[in-house]
């Protein structure tokens, strides 16, 4: 059988745009040249659509939309569509929805499979909206039994979850009472079709090829694998729809990061060769510049405005930018201060020339001045502290933003995932913005980030300069100020964070691996205290397996140990 993996980039809510997304695909595809286009899971509507599902007049627009897709297939009765979508369930009680998978073929709604396993952990929230299908039939289309499931209906095998848990957190994925694979290989399916849309962390894509190969060598089928692309909020979505043989070895694979059509046949044998993939940093690399153009692009915003500071973070931040929306429409300030090094204006400077992008230097001494002057009697007689630091970085924050509304802008905020963690950071200051770009990224991974930028097989020439890469991190908001001032050394600091945000281990748990328990106990008890400023922070594209975001949901006002 001929099918096209259709690895498209839906806009949440946008269901005509979508449609007509689907039709120019189908519009593309010669006559007779394909059986059966598969679109990803939920793609009438985008993933995820989250609170969109609690309104009744839009799920009544997604059952009206079927009329149109309808009309699409019946002009071309040589194949059939299978896609994603919301349909009523029909149940009295339970939340009255399915998360579904169509087949329409000649104006017709062939068959329908609903999805059995609902996510509910880290970023996914689907029992709030859709009820639970019990039931996996296979459907003999054009002489082959097709086995439809979507996405988590191929994420539960006890064997394989163990093996996961090992190397993820403890809930990577939770064991359910079924299998859905293993209900339609049972059912003798011949062909397992799993639409999708499967957010990115770093490594997911080692973990869903292993995942995928283990269905189809252990059943002896062929599985394709049809996976959204794009980025809607901080989710991001890597695409790479892919094909396997009953032997379990790809022999088709469509793009990372981007929209991709691809035609195969079912019947086709892969090799032996190792999936290898992306290089990491270059696979995060796209998963960033890929968050940033879509939130600029679903959101109507043209222009970023970022705050240079002459360190690593705003560096960073800065050249994700241009790579996603362009030099020119990237705009960048210094704010120096008193505290500032020559070197932080010097290195912004050279960025900026470096990357092609304006940068203005507006220093805020005098506005600084003006604010302790201010101050001066009600703070008399207390000594100078975080106070005075936090009062220059809410100056920068204010001039960001005032730029951003004057150009029509948005802020990106700058700030790292172990800055987040740890409250070193300032609300209505360092912390403005729209968009958090690198906030799930620990420190190290921003350094290893940022001399990828650097590395002569990604470029020709230098983009961050050396001194940013070389000089102690600095908020540089008082004198010889340096982050290990307040904080554990960073390679210590993301071990730490990473086995309690990421692998859920207790402080003791920590301690027991050989770290200092003064160390520990101070890192987790900050971590634990700054949640009130991390509720308040701008959406962050999540790249690891636990950002801070949707898929972290602690109690501010709690004690947890």
Request: hydrophobic residues 40%; charged residues 25%; aromatic residues 8%.
């Amino acid at each position: 059988m001929q099918i096209t993996l259709a690895q498209m980039n839906p806009v949440v809510g946008d269901i005509d745009g979508n449609i007509n997304k689907l039709k120019n695909v189908i519009d593309g595809i010669k006559p007779g040249a394909t059986d059966l286009v598969v679109f990803p899971e939920m793609y009438l509507c985008g993933y995820p659509p989250r609170d969109l599902l609690n309104l009744p007049w839009f799920i009544d627009r997604l059952e009206e939309s079927l009329d149109r897709i309808k009309e699409i297939s019946f002009d071309r009765p040589d194949l059939g569509i299978l896609f994603g979508t919301v349909r009523h369930s029909g149940k009295v009680t339970g939340k009255g929805l399915f998360n579904s998978a169509l087949l329409i073929e000649n104006g017709k709604l062939l068959f329908e499979q609903h999805k059995q396993l609902l996510p509910t952990y880290d970023v996914f929230d689907e029992q709030r909206y859709f009820d639970v299908s019990h039931s996996s039939q296979v459907y003999n289309y054009r002489g082959v039994k097709l086995g439809i499931s979507i996405c988590e209906d191929a994420w539960n095998d006890p064997d394989f979850e163990e093996k996961l848990r090992q190397v993820l957190t403890p809930d990577a994925t939770p064991i359910y009472d079924r299998n859905p694979i293993a209900m339609l290989a049972h059912n003798n399916a011949e062909l397992l079709i799993n639409i999708s849309a499967s957010p990115y962390h770093l490594h997911k894509d080692q973990i869903r090829n292993e995942r995928y190969a283990h269905h189809s060598r252990r059943w002896g089928v062929p599985l394709i694998f049809v996976g959204q692309v794009g980025a809607n909020d901080d989710l991001i979505f890597d695409g790479r729809s892919m094909a396997f043989d009953k032997q379990g070895r790809i022999f088709a694979i469509a793009k990372a990061f981007e929209e991709d059509v691809i035609t195969i046949d079912s019947a086709q044998t892969g090799s032996d060769d190792e999936y290898t993939g992306l290089p990491d940093m270059e696979a995060l690399r796209r998963a960033l510049v890929l968050g940033i153009q879509d939130y600029f692009r679903k959101c109507g915003f043209k222009t970023a405005i970022i705050g240079l500071s002459g360190g690593i973070d705003s560096a960073l931040t800065t050249c994700l930018a241009v790579d996603a929306i362009g030099s020119e429409n990237v705009r960048v300030i210094t704010m120096p201060s008193q505290f500032s090094s020559t070197g932080s204006v010097d290195d912004s400077l050279q960025l900026a020339r470096n990357l092609g992008i304006q940068c203005d230097i507006i220093p805020i001494s005098d506005i600084f001045d003006q604010y302790v002057t201010s101050l001066k009697m009600p703070f008399e007689g207390l000594s100078s502290d975080v106070t005075e630091e936090n009062i220059q970085a809410r100056i920068r924050g204010n001039l960001l933003m005032a730029y951003a509304n004057k150009y029509g802008g948005i802020v990106l905020a700058t700030g790292n995932k172990s800055e987040l963690a740890m409250g070193y950071c300032t609300l209505y200051g360092d912390m403005s913005g729209g968009l958090a770009v690198i906030s799930d990224l620990p420190k190290m991974i921003v350094y290893e980030l940022s001399r990828w930028y650097n590395d002569p097989n990604f470029q020709s020439s230098e983009i961050i300069p050396q001194a940013i890469l070389d000089k102690a991190p600095s908020a540089e908001l008082r004198s010889d100020q340096k982050d290990e001032d307040s904080l554990p050394p960073y390679p210590i600091l993301d071990e730490i964070l990473e086995m309690y945000l990421e692998k859920r281990l207790s402080p003791q748990q920590i301690v027991s691996s050989g770290f200092d328990s003064e160390t520990v106990n101070q890192v987790i008890r900050t971590v634990d205290l700054n949640e009130y400023k991390r509720l308040q922070a701008a959406p962050g594209l999540r790249v690891t397996t636990k950002a801070f975001g949707t898929g972290w949901r602690m109690p501010i006002a709690s004690k947890r140990s």
